[in-house]
């Protein structure tokens, strides 16, 4: 799906978002019982969520309506508490490059939506308070 929002194909975003919340109820759970980092499931549903939400965000054809802000945000913003990248990685036994680690967590991707978010907003209304 985010290849095709990457190519013009556009979705109807409230049920996306709502499937997105839903996803993020369950990796929140997930994390809050979980024995370990290595047993997560849900941590690739929600990169690929946050993937998709930043392919919507960026003009053209394909990008979200306004009219999302509200639920594009909360989705956006609140990724679970993942375990830290470095944490991650040691517990596995797995040395890293700071790229890698970039690029296949929630966290770094997180903040990359975020500003995604912003950028998406202000473009949709250069007046608008960001802080709202």
């Known amino acids: 799906m985010i290849q095709a ?17 839903w996803a ?7 994390l809050a019982t979980a024995p370990g980092p290595d047993r997560l499931e849900w941590g690739g549903t929600r990169l690929s969520t946050l993937r998709l939400l930043q392919a919507g ?6 990008e979200a309506p306004v009219s999302v802000r509200k639920p594009a945000w909360r989705s956006s913003s609140a990724p ?11 517990a596995n ?15 770094p991707i997180a903040i990359d939506t975020a500003v ?3 950028l998406w907003v202000r473009r ?9």
């Open 5 to 21: 929002v990457r190519e013009g194909t556009i979705l109807d975003w409230e049920p996306v978002l709502r499937l997105a919340s």
């Open 24 to 30: 993020d109820s369950q990796a929140t759970a997930e």
């Open 57 to 62: 965000f960026q003009p053209g054809a394909a």
């Open 80 to 90: 679970p508490l993942t375990p830290c990248p470095d944490d991650e990685a040691s």
């Open 93 to 107: 036994g797995q040395e890293r490059s700071p790229g890698e680690l970039a690029i296949n967590h929630v966290r």
């Open 116 to 118: 995604a978010f912003a």
């Open 124 to 132: 949709s209304d250069p007046e608008t308070d960001l802080a709202s």
